[in-house]
């Protein structure tokens, strides 16, 4: 069955550094999204992505974030200038169609550490 | 803002119990999601529905649009049932906020 893959699985960064989380969604999927869970918090939704641009963010998804699609098949989560508190595991996932009115398929997350 | 409360946080149960976890919310949607969160934390999607039932294996989804509730029910659970269970809803005005997600329900199955 076709994945969401996401590397690296954990990556550990110093503060004030950017990050490029990296998502390759199923192949045929057209919807695409971002959530993070902070350690011991719920999994909180932070952006979805539909015909190359934003379609939704959160208020947590601030200029400090960015996303992008720079090709077919990656789809990427920057975080310019980390801070302590985007230590959380990173989830990307994405979807054949429509808004979050259908199956989701995830990945199985990047786990940040900023120091 | 959907304040989505699941209930309860953590069971721990025999193998063969039935299982039954709780969601319920507070603003009406148009859809909800039952997740799977493993222990090495990747999430797997169990069902999608925006009413009635629908059924998996020896998973059950049901969902009262009325009462605002949605229950997940195993039957002859299993020691690999063990897993946070994730209820995640999708807000009646097609989403604007994204989804809005419980805080999960911390199952352990015993042999």
């Known amino acids: 069955e076709p994945e969401v893959t996401q590397t690296p699985s954990h990556q550990v960064t110093q503060m004030g550094q950017e990050v490029i989380l990296r998502c390759v969604p199923i192949?045929?999927?057209?919807?695409f999204y971002w959530y993070r869970q902070i350690l011991g918090q719920k999994v909180e939704f932070l952006v979805s992505f539909y015909n190359n641009e934003i379609s939704e963010k959160s208020e947590i998804f601030d200029d400090q974030f960015s996303v992008e699609r720079p090709d077919g098949s990656n789809f990427t989560l920057k975080i310019r200038s980390t801070k302590l508190e985007d230590s959380a595991m990173y989830f990307c996932?994405?979807?054949?169609?429509?808004?979050?009115?259908?199956?989701?398929?995830f990945g199985n997350g990047t786990r940040l550490t900023v120091t | 803002k959907n304040e989505v409360e699941q209930s309860p946080q953590n069971l721990t149960a025999q193998e063969g119990e039935f299982i039954t976890i709780n969601c319920s919310y507070s603003?009406?949607?148009?859809?909800l999601h039952w997740l799977q969160q493993h222990p090495g934390g990747g999430i797997v999607s169990l069902f999608m529905?925006?009413?009635g039932k629908k059924k998996h294996g020896r998973l059950i989804a049901t969902i009262n649009i009325q009462e605002k509730h949605s229950s997940l029910h195993i039957t002859a659970s299993h020691p690999r049932d063990s897993a946070v269970y994730i209820c995640?809803?999708?807000?009646?005005?097609?989403?604007?906020?994204?989804?809005?997600f419980g805080k999960g329900t911390h199952l352990i199955i015993q042999p």
């Open positions: 529905l925006s009413s």
């Open positions: 995640a809803v999708v807000g009646s005005g097609g989403g604007a906020d994204g989804l809005t």
């Open positions: 996932a994405s979807s054949g169609q429509g808004d979050h009115n259908s199956p989701l398929h």
């Open positions: 192949s045929n999927h057209l919807y």
């Open positions: 603003v009406g949607i148009s859809a």
